[in-house]
């Protein structure tokens, strides 16, 4: 009888060990909120979202983006509104091109409350990652609303301009020494508002002494910013660029990047 006690007290004890692991084993997988809220896209005919989102397959998705993620263990959500009990759930927020009144008619614009929130959010340990775009394709000034919060920006204008297939023109070489740009040699970055700084944010890349990438921690948090939505399906790979281009490198050095700050939440 003692021998059976013990058994079943060894049988309970490996268990409730074994269903720890899982547990923290779960609850340490890094979940990657993308914003559909200020970006809210629709298309006509259907109503459906598209246009920098996870399931949208298309150019214009990040579909390709989102891959690289999984395969590197972390979880990717779509999310709404970004309130507190959202945010507390997930890891890293993407926030990518805010609407326009010409891309959507009733722009979900970021408010006071949301500024509360993400602020509050990114000290505690979140990953905040901003995609703007160039002028007139994105929403700046509730965004850089935003964006001051963290010392950055964005300026009303449109770098690297692309014509056609004169993918040169929107080339960036000579990269600096940064995990962002580890084994990469030459970036493409199509039509991009530059960044001003201030505090403690400061530059990832610097072009003509413009700032086109930067970066800044916040508390335990870390924020990545960039004028233009970059890496989604169209320019991830080769479908349209030049072998010469290797932002598939540089998607999987940012993706890396990013999930290296998530250990503080």
């Known amino acids: 009888m003692v021998r059976k006690s013990l058994f079943g007290i060894h049988f309970f004890l490996i268990c409730l060990f074994i269903s720890s692991f899982i547990i923290n084993s779960v609850s340490a997988q890094p979940i990657v909120g993308l914003d559909n809220w200020f970006n809210h896209e629709t ?3 259907t109503g459906k979202p598209f246009h920098y989102l996870w399931n949208d397959t298309a150019f214009s998705g990040y579909s390709r983006w989102g891959e690289i993620f999984k395969q590197r263990g972390a979880q990717i959500i779509t999310i709404g509104k970004p309130v507190d009990n959202i945010l507390s759930k997930i890891s890293i927020y993407i926030i990518v091109d805010p609407d326009t009144t010409s ?4 722009p979900n614009y970021i408010n006071s409350d949301d500024i509360v929130s993400i602020r509050k959010w990114v000290t505690e340990g979140g990953v905040l990652a901003v995609f703007a775009n160039d002028a007139p394709n994105c929403e ?6 935003l ?3 963290f010392g950055m920006t964005f300026n009303h204008v449109t770098l690297h301009r692309v014509i056609g297939t004169d993918f040169e023109a929107g080339a960036c070489e000579n990269l600096p020494d940064h995990p962002l740009f580890k084994g990469v040699k030459k970036i493409y970055i199509k039509e991009i508002s530059d ?5 403690t944010a400061h530059a990832i890349l610097e072009e003509n002494g413009k700032v086109l990438i930067a970066e800044n921690k916040i508390g335990k948090g870390y924020i990545f910013a960039i004028g233009d939505p970059w890496i989604y399906n169209e320019y991830i790979d080769h ?5 010469s ?8 050095n940012l993706t890396d990047l990013l999930l290296s700050y998530t250990h503080n939440r």
Request: without cysteine; neutral net charge.
């Open 245 to 252: 281009f290797e932002n598939r490198r540089a998607a999987e």
């Open 140 to 145: 700046f000034t509730h965004l850089n609303k």
């Open 43 to 45: 298309i006509a005919k």
């Open 195 to 199: 960044i001003n700084l201030s505090g």
């Open 103 to 106: 891309e959507n008619p009733a």
């Open 239 to 243: 479908d349209r660029l030049p072998v």
């Open 147 to 149: 964006m001051m919060e």
